[in-house]
Every structure is written in C-alpha cells, then in structure tokens.
C-alpha cells in the first residue's frame, strides 16, 4: 500500500515522479509514478507495478554505491513507491555513461548497436525538454552557467566510479551494463555536498542479458518488445540472487 501524501506540499510533478516537500526541513519525498513515457513524452503508457520495481531496483543500487563510497541523496524507504531524499538542487544536465554502442550513440555514429567501445564513454546532456535534451559540451555547459568546470570533473569522476561499482554488480547476476544515465545535485544542507539523486533502473539504463542478449530494459517498451514489467522484475530478482551468491 502507498502512504496518503495529500498532506504533503507538491513541488513537481515529472513524467516519472512526483516531488514533495519532506516532513523536515531539508527532506523531500519522491514517489515513483507507473506512467512509462518515451521519446520526449510521444509514447506514454500506464504500466501497473513500475513505480514499485524501480523504486526497489534504485533503492538496492543506491544503497549499494552508498556502501562502496558514493554519496546519495537516499534516506530512507517511505513506501513501496516511495522515498525520503535529501533536498538538493539538481545540476540541469544529465550524466550519460557507455560501455557499448547503443540508442542515440549507434544513431549518431553509425555504430552497430552492442559494439564494445575502446573506453568508457561519458557525456553530457543538457536537462531541457522542449530543446529535447541536446548534448552539450564542457565549454558550452560553463558557457551556459549551468555548472563550473570543477563540478564537471567531479560529475566525470563519479559517473566512472558508479560504472566500475555497477559493471561487476550487474554481470554477477548474468547482466550486462550497456549504459545508463545518472543526475546529480548539490545538497541544500549543510555543505553543498555533491549527490547522486534521481533513480538507478531499467528506465535509465540499457540492461541486456548476458547469454541471450534480450533486453531487460525500457527498450522492452519504446520498441514495443512486450513484457516490460517481467523484465524489470527479472532484473529485480536476478540482482537480489547474486547479493546472495
Ligand atoms: N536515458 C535516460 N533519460 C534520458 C535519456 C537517456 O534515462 O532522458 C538513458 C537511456 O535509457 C539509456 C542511456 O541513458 O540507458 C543512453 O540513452 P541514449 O542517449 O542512447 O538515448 P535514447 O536513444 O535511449 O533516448
């Protein structure tokens, strides 16, 4: 059962998640929506149960990375779609990793989706649906104010870290981490703290089985695979067996 939030204050509403103001000052309380949506909200759909997987798949990898030494926004689980985070102020730009060719990239440079790559690639995207989050460079993301140079390196570092914490994680449990996208924020209190936020999970990352290379991942509903929420309770699963193992 979800918690009755009506008495809480609205602050956003996304195509995903809903944002409220916490019962404390500096908290905030995210709840995961069962709205799937793609291509810049084209595709929508209600997927009964989504909310509820993915809250629990980023719940396990946030509290993972916390484990291994990155800082996140979690607090703790509120309900099964939601959670208490940590108030920040999102950087407008999203942190994209690659470990192969795939989506956007494969289009961009006419590369076979499933390449490997010869390094880890990381870009950036900058956050801004009606411009359709266009990719966006160090020099023209300082250019822009969005961040400073020094917070960049900083995103880079961790978004490698994640990947090098991620990669093995995934692969112990038969999957492969083709690539993800990760946001940040700069905690409200009380130092400006650097955090990972938003979510970990099949709607952010490229998830393929290692044997058969199906895919567990939101591809399942932008390319009409089917099955979408068997798949991301099949990543759900496989991730707490290989906790186990
Ligand atoms: N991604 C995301 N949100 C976005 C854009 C991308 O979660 O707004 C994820 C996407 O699921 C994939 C990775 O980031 O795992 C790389 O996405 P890509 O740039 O290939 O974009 P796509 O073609 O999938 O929109």
New binding site residues.
């Given amino acids: 059962m979800s918690a009755d939030l009506n008495h809480y204050k609205l602050l956003y509403e996304g195509k995903s998640k809903i944002l409220y103001q916490g019962p404390e000052e500096n908290h905030l309380v995210m709840r995961f929506k069962d709205t799937a949506t793609a291509y810049n909200g084209e595709k929508k759909e209600e997927l009964p149960g989504k909310g509820r997987i993915n809250r629990a798949i980023s719940d396990f990898l946030f509290s993972y990375l916390e484990e291994h030494g990155i800082a996140t926004h979690l607090i703790e689980v509120m309900d099964e779609n939601t959670v208490h985070v940590k108030n920040t102020v999102i950087f407008p730009i999203?942190v994209?990793v690659r470990n192969r060719a795939?989506?956007?990239?494969s289009k961009r440079y006419g590369i076979a989706e499933g390449e490997v790559l010869h390094n880890t690639v990381v870009e950036f995207s900058y956050k801004n649906d009606s411009l359709g989050?266009p990719l966006i460079n160090d020099s023209q993301i300082t250019a822009l104010g969005l961040a400073e140079i020094q917070d960049l390196d900083s995103l880079r570092e961790r978004a490698l870290a994640i990947n090098k914490l991620l990669c093995p994680l995934f692969l112990r449990s038969g999957i492969i981490l083709v690539?993800?996208?990760l946001e940040f924020g700069r905690a409200a209190f009380p130092n400006g703290e650097i955090l990972l936020c938003d979510e970990i999970s099949p709607?952010?990352?490229?998830l393929w089985d290692v044997s058969t290379g199906a895919k567990l991942d939101?591809d399942r509903f932008r390319r009409d695979l089917g099955h979408v929420i068997e798949a991301y309770r099949d990543v759900y699963q496989r991730l707490i067996d290989g906790k186990k193992t």
């Fill in positions: 999203e994209i795939a989506g956007s990239f989050d690539d993800f996208k709607d952010s990352c490229r939101k």
